[in-house]
């Protein structure tokens, strides 16, 4: 099993969300996701949990990812962890209430086979939290522009847009419940004193917040 491109830089990733912008990014991201659920309950899994400051603010208590680096550092923030792909999930069908992927999607082989995967370990009508970096956003063209120039994390990463992510999923079966857009300012600003989250998928917006059910049947 690769590792992936975060092994090497596991600890330098978990140290940005300290500095004063990715505090910022972190916030947004989270009151993001937070928008269009309002509590996390029963058994959930983080799918690329990566160091866990997702799993561990939002109280989900299990994570999967293919760097050991990063699961350490998730360890140590309280997820109960194992090394694993989204390709491959070792969960038996029906076993969780809740899957959640922050930019995750971007880094995976093959997005089909991990949706339909993330169907087969959903009860009908578990809950499916993607957390979701648009290619035409600020960030994702920050992104793909880094990717151009060797970036060793982000050349790895296949960006797409909020819709081509939305019609995967209902090509898996699941259906959007919820969405709401966030951070809409450009990496290396510095965002207004009021945030601007907005329900619905908004033109622009740096990450987007998409929930969905599984098949009930």
Known sequence: MKC???????????????TPEGARVLVEELACL??????ISGCWLEIGVGTGRFASNLGISQGLDPSPS??????????????????DLPCADGSLDGVLMVATLCFVADVSRVL????????????????????DGCWGREYIRKAGEGHPVYSHARLSTTGEVVNAAAAAGFRLEDAASGLFWAPGSVPEESRRLQ????????????MMRAPTT
């Open 199 to 210: 329900h619905g998928i908004v033109s622009g917006a740096g990450f987007v917040a998409l």
């Open 34 to 39: 937070q928008l269009v659920i309002s509590s």
């Open 116 to 135: 339909a995967e993330c169907v087969r370990v959903l009860r009908p009508g578990g809950t499916l939290l993607i957390g979701h970096i648009p290619a």
């Open 70 to 87: 990063m699961l350490a550092i998730a360890s140590s923030r309280g997820i109960r962890t194992q090394v694993g792909v989204a390709e």
């Open 4 to 18: 992936g491109p975060f092994e090497a830089v596991a600890r330098d990733y978990d140290r940005w969300y300290d």
